[in-house]
């Protein structure tokens, strides 16, 4: 029977730099960098650059269509909750919003 190492040397994605993990996590979607965000302290720091980099209550899918209807709630929330985080916003763009929803009486 192996016996797990002792070694207080960085294992699995500790090993790697983050400019390696910029590279990688650069290619997933937010539910998998959530996912790898609770790994490790590394896959933290980049993960959470990237999931609150931006925010876009839209996507496109592989055809091209344009789907709007991502909430803005969690987002923003997230960002109350956690103020080191609003820091990493670089842009934030919202699609299909109502105008004049106010009415004069």
């Known amino acids: 029977m ?6 207080s ?3 699995g994605l500790a090993r790697l730099p983050n400019e390696f993990l910029d590279i990688i ?13 609770l790994t490790c302290k590394n896959a933290t720091a980049v993960a959470n650059d990237l999931m609150y980099m931006g925010y ?15 909430h ?3 987002f923003l929330r997230a960002l ?15 699609m299909g919003w ?3 929803l106010c009415f004069a009486n």
């Open 2 to 7: 192996k016996r797990a190492s002792t070694s």
């Open 9 to 11: 040397a960085p294992q």
């Open 25 to 37: 996590f650069s290619h997933l979607d937010t539910p998998e960098l959530h996912a790898l965000s």
């Open 56 to 70: 876009a209550n839209h996507s496109y899918g592989p055809d091209g269509t344009l789907t709007v209807g991502k």
């Open 72 to 74: 803005l709630n969690p």
């Open 80 to 94: 109350c909750k956690r103020p080191d985080l609003a820091g990493k916003v670089k842009s934030v763009v919202i």
């Open 98 to 100: 109502v105008k004049n």
